[in-house]
Nanobody, 128 residues
């Protein structure tokens, strides 16, 4: 069965950096859209970055809230997704989730979390 397992969360000071990882296993096809979402207490889950699993850089999508600070990438050989987060602020404090569905990362995909079939359990990021 499909599993997505996040790691790399933790506590960091304002202006610091963290790199999250998401190991994907058991996915039935090699072609998929993989993404990072986050959810702060009392807020909706927000899509922040997405990329096609074929590594097409042109497919990357970012939410305005993280553009220029966060970078999504992947290691195809390891089927692992990453999120490099720089210049963190307290507003970035949230539970971070990776997610996937079979298909391309279409324009606007970050606004349609219901399209994502598979989710990880989340990793907490706290910025103080």
């Amino acid at each position: 069965h499909v599993q997505l397992v996040e790691s790399g969360g933790g506590s960091v000071e304002t202006g610091g950096s963290l790199k999250l990882s998401c190991a994907v296993s058991g996915y039935p096809t090699s072609s998929k859209c993989v993404a990072w979402f986050r959810q702060a207490p009392g807020k909706e889950r927000e899509g922040i970055a997405a990329i096609d699993s074929d590594g097409n850089v042109a497919s990357t999508k970012y939410a305005d809230s993280v553009k220029g600070r966060f970078t999504i990438s992947q290691d195809k050989a390891k089927d692992t997704l990453y999120l490099q987060m720089n210049n963190l602020s307290p507003e970035d404090t949230a539970m971070y989730y990776c997610a996937a569905f079979g298909g391309d990362c279409y324009v606007g995909v970050l606004s349609y979390r219901a399209d994502f079939s598979y989710w990880g359990q989340g990793t907490q990021v706290t910025v103080s």
